[in-house]
């Protein structure tokens, strides 16, 4: 059973940034595919970033491409998701999720999630 511990959340003013980082524990880290995921009031969860079980494959939402980066290192078990240039529409509960399989951008496909951390950005 694999579980996960996101952390990094907070507040910051449009413009600034964030990292987030999530912790893995429970499984073969190098084996799962990770993602972010995102979740605003009253809005459905979405897809934020993927990365592949080397790192060598990632994936972004396309409104996020250029601000957002995802990474990981597979010797602390641990991915990560640089937030740049950061704007209210951003604030939301961040999620991270793995699967063992190939990746994908539904959250259906996601079979472990962390609890999530808050972002809120203000104006």
């Known amino acids: 059973q694999v579980q996960l511990a996101e952390s990094g959340g907070g507040l910051v003013e449009a413009g600034g940034s964030l990292r987030l980082s999530c912790a893995a524990s429970g499984g073969t880290f190098s084996r799962l595919v990770m993602a972010w995921f995102r979740q605003a009031p009253g809005k459905e969860r979405e897809f934020v970033a993927a990365?592949?079980?080397?790192?060598?494959?990632?994936d972004y939402a396309d409104s996020l491409k250029g601000r957002f980066t995802i990474s990981r290192d597979n010797a602390k078990n641990t991915v990560y998701l640089q937030m740049n240039s950061l704007k209210p529409e951003d604030t939301a509960v961040y999620y991270c999720?793995?699967?063992?399989?190939?990746?994908?951008?539904?959250?259906?496909?996601?079979?472990?999630w962390g609890q999530g951390t808050q972002v809120t950005v203000s104006s």
């Open positions: 990365i592949s079980w080397s790192g060598g494959i990632t």
């Open positions: 999720a793995a699967r063992s399989t190939a990746w994908s951008r539904g959250s259906y496909a996601y079979d472990y």
